[in-house]
Structures are given as C-alpha cells and as structure tokens.
C-alpha cells in the first residue's frame, strides 16, 4: 500500500487548483489521469459517484461535529412522534469509515444494473424486542414481513382485489376497513408480487441507516410462527451486512419512508455506491484496500483546532491504522474507537488572497505537504491581436511590486477567452473589482497596475481602463483648489490594449 498523502495545494485564485486537485484525487486513487479536461472531470465523478473520493468545503462557521461527530435529532421510533438524539457521522468519519472496510477491488460481476432494488424493514429497529427478528432473518438466510397471520402463497392473491377480498373473508378487521390503500393490504401485495428473484433489498436501521443487503432468490412462502406475525418469507442471500449500520445517505438522496417495504426510485439511487458495498464483503478481493480521497476546499477558513479537534494527530502518516504507531482516539458521541485508515489520502487547497500560508495552523502544517500553484502565463495565447501572457504577465508584475506575490491573477481568469469581448468581459467583471478589493478601494495603485498613469498630473485624465475626473470641493467646506485633489473613478466602456499586450 502507498504511503497516505496529507497535500494542500496553495496559491492566489484562478491558478487551476481545482483541476490540479482532481487530476491528483484520480491519480491516488490509482487510476490514469486523461489529459483532457472533460475526460479527466468524467472520471473523477465516477470516482466520487463510487464513494472512493469525497469532496467538502471549509468555512468560518464548520465544527467537529460537522465534520467528524455530532448529535442529530432522529425519531425515537417508526410509530413515535418525538425523537432523541443520536450521533451521526460527519464526512470525516463516513469516507474513514469506507477506507477502513475496503477489502480491494473485488469482483466487479455483480451488477445492480436491470434489478429493482427494495427498502424493507425487518422489526423496529429501536424496540430491542424485536432485535431477534434481523438475527434470525440473517442467519436463516431470508427476510421477513408482518401483517396478518395469512397465507398469500395461492396464485389468485396475484391482485390486490383477492388479497382485500382474503382478509374479510377470514374476518381480520381489527384494523378497519382494508382497501387498495392500506398498509396490511399493500404490504403483502409488494412482497409476493412486486419483488423477484434476483431483486435487492436494502434492509433499514431506522429512517436514516441501513444494515444489510440481500438478493432476493426465492419466490413467496408462508411459515406461520408462534404468535401469528413474521410469517411472511422470501430467501435471501445476503450481500452485505452491518449490524451498527450506515448512513442512508451512502446509498440514497433521501431519508427512507415509514413503509415496511417499497421500491427505491433510480433516480435518488447512487448504484456505484451500493454496487461498492455489495463487492466490499460479498466479492473482496485478495489484494491491498482501495485508495480513498477526502478533498477539502479551503481548508484554511475554518479553525483547524475546532474542526478536527483530537483527530489531528491521527492525520500523521505513521500514526494511521497498520503503521508502526498507529493510534486510536474514543469519539466524545459515539463512545467508539476511531482511527484513520492508511488508505485514505487527504488533499486541501488554499486561496493565499483569503489568507497567507505563514498564518495556517501549526499543527496542520507540521503534518501536510505543500505545493504551490502560481499563475502559468505561458498556458495563454494570443486573442484577437491581444497577447494574454504578456497582459497576464505584466499586471501580475505590478501587483507583487505593489502589493505581494500572493495576491497575484491566476491564468485560469483567461483560458477560455476566445474574443477580445471574453476579455473585456473577464478584465471589466473579475479582474478590476479583485483588484479594487485587493488594494482596499485605492483605486489609483489599480490604475497602476492596468497601466494607467494618468500623466502624474491632478486634472482629469483618461486611461486604457480608468477614467479619472477631479471633484470640485463643496463651497461649504472652505475649501479651495490648492486643497489636496480628490477624484471620482470610473471605469471605460471601451478598453484600449495598445502599447500595453497587443502585438
């Protein structure tokens, strides 16, 4: 296995560092990395579809709960209308949590594709009472249904008109009128006809987990129990099993319903993932765990401290799980043990306008690696008679002269101009407003970096992109026109590029 990676690509903005962050996310993850940029950004959302790369943005406002731990309010039970609170993993913990169950690629035969993939649930799953029912269901090899103590095995209950007709007839009525509607009706109906041999299913662990997967083998069977519930049967061979249980949002964009059973819609089902799952213990393979990336965008806004909190030393290449010292913290929520698996590459990026390098937190620099990314003029060409290096070059000359090198402008702002209207658009709505920030409104150093000298008089004057007009001071301030020039700023409705990048 290849030594984790903790990198933070940093530099000034537009400087490519989302491309560079995704050509190096698809290279650890130890797949080739296309030169071309839609095939490169096809691959890396294959990659993140998958599960293998996770992508989250820091800010002032992200805690450690977000994104290691925290308590969530979830509903105490399926028929409950209050809920409690439980810990729920942040991104952190649930890609950790992914790297550290990889057993290898696997075989990648089984397929999702041309199955229909179903949400059931086997008891409450907070009622320990009912705890038995999953264990027996795993270890009989199938699943089980409640609803009426009837036997739906007979081919007429093939509609829901016989299996309502049924239940009058043998007088089950406790629980009202049964119609097309009703759960005791529907339920059974699913569950004999609906679902076929070859089907998934997805076993949940309250609304927002799931704890197993399965597919379906067998058609329909009636094996009464004691008590009169749970007699309802399908084989099952089970694919994947986690008794703690994950987050449904691994698999599904949404939270499952309060239904016993339903079919998943395509459209909020991530299939890589669940596909990723089923190979994880049904298939593994025989080699070293596959690599995982968690990408963290601007890591140097948030407090590092807060953020990551007693997990920042488990960060350390040596200290991840399977090294020679690796280490272990108990979550504060959870209670559990938790380490960072060997497998799990790390990659920042940092826009060094919003915050210098020599101000990130010591501790993550102790631990990180860094490449700086500069602005690259000669990725530029020449548009409509306007060299962009040397117009590149030149402003982000005077903007280190008179500011630094890392508030410079990033060649990504010109890449894709292909008109000189692109770059009217990029210098007019990007360039001259950063530069405005940049030097805090002081609007004649921008006019020195555009070039705008404007003579070094104290009239009015006109430049390539500024205009400059001196205010006449106000009667009522006594002041007179040997008083200190103060001046209105505009910006041209026409550029001129001559003498400046033009060829």
């Known amino acids: 296995m290849a030594e984790p990676s903790n990198l933070i690509l940093y530099g000034p903005p537009g400087t490519g560092k989302t491309f560079a962050t995704a050509a190096e996310a698809i290279q650890l993850c130890g797949e080739p990395v296309p030169e071309d940029r839609e095939e490169l950004m096809a691959s890396y959302r294959r990659l993140s579809d998958a599960g293998r790369i996770e992508f989250v943005t820091f800010h002032q406002s992200i805690s450690y709960e977000d994104f290691v731990e925290g308590l969530r309010p979830t509903r105490a039970s399926e028929d409950s209308i209050g809920f409690e609170l439980k810990p729920e993993q942040g991104v952190f913990r649930r890609i950790a949590r992914r790297a550290e169950t990889s057993t290898g690629p696997g075989d990648a035969s089984f ?47 093939a509609t829901r008109e016989a299996i309502i007709e049924e239940i009058r007839a043998q007088g089950v009525a406790e629980q009202g009128e049964p119609n097309a509607a009703s759960g005791r009706v529907q339920m059974p109906f699913i569950f004999r006809n609906w679902i076929k041999p070859g089907d998934i299913v997805v076993v949940s662990k309250g609304n927002s987990r799931f704890r197993a997967i399965g597919e379906v083998t067998g058609g329909y069977q009636f094996a009464p129990r004691e008590g009169g519930d749970y007699g309802h049967r399908r084989a099952v061979r089970w694919l994947w099993i986690d008794r703690a249980g994950v987050p449904v949002s691994e698999i599904y964009a ?30 593994a393979g025989t080699g070293a765990p596959e690599p ?43 209670g559990e043990l938790f380490g960072v698996p060997a497998n799990l590459h790390i990659i920042g990026t940092m826009n060094t306008a919003d915050r210098s390098i020599a101000l990130l937190d010591t501790a993550l620099r102790r631990r990180f ?41 990033g060649h990504a702002y010109f890449i894709n101009c292909k008109t000189r209207a692109d770059i009217d658009e990029v210098m007019r709505h990007k360039v001259i407003p950063l530069l405005a920030e940049y030097f805090y409104e002081d ?30 001071p106000p ?29």
Do not use: C
């Open 443 to 472: 609007w004649t150093k921008v006019a020195s970096v555009l070039g705008d000298g404007h003579d070094g008089g104290e009239g009015d004057s006109q430049g390539r992109f500024i205009d400059r007009r001196r205010l006449k």
């Open 254 to 283: 949404r939270n499952f319903m309060q239904k016993s059973i339903y079919l998943l819609t395509d459209a909020d089902l991530n299939l890589p993932a669940l596909e990723r799952y089923i190979a994880s213990q049904q298939h």
């Open 292 to 334: 995982f990336v968690l990408i963290i965008d601007e890591i140097n806004r948030a407090n590092i401290s807060k953020v990551f909190g007693e997990l920042i030393t488990l960060l350390e290449p040596d200290k991840r799980i399977g090294q020679l010292n690796a280490l272990k913290v108990r979550l504060p929520y959870s």
């Open 475 to 503: 009667k009522s301030t006594g002041a007179d026109e040997d008083t200190a020039a103060r001046y209105r700023w505009s910006v041209r409705d026409v550029f001129s590029y001559d003498g400046f990048a033009s060829e």
């Open 111 to 157: 397929s999702i594709s041309g199955r229909q993939v179903f949400k059931m649930s086997i008891g409450e799953a907070a009622n320990p009472d009912d705890a038995y029912l999953f264990e027996e269901a795993i270890t009989g090899g199938y699943t089980l249904l409640g609803f009426d103590d009837i036997d739906w095995s007979d081919d007429r209950f």
């Open 369 to 409: 690696d860094f490449r700086e990314l500069m602005p690259d003029a000669s990725l530029l060409g020449t548009v409509d008679g306007i060299n962009l290096a040397i117009l590149l070059a030149t402003i982000n000359e005077r903007i280190e002269y008179l500011f630094d090198r890392e508030h410079q402008i």
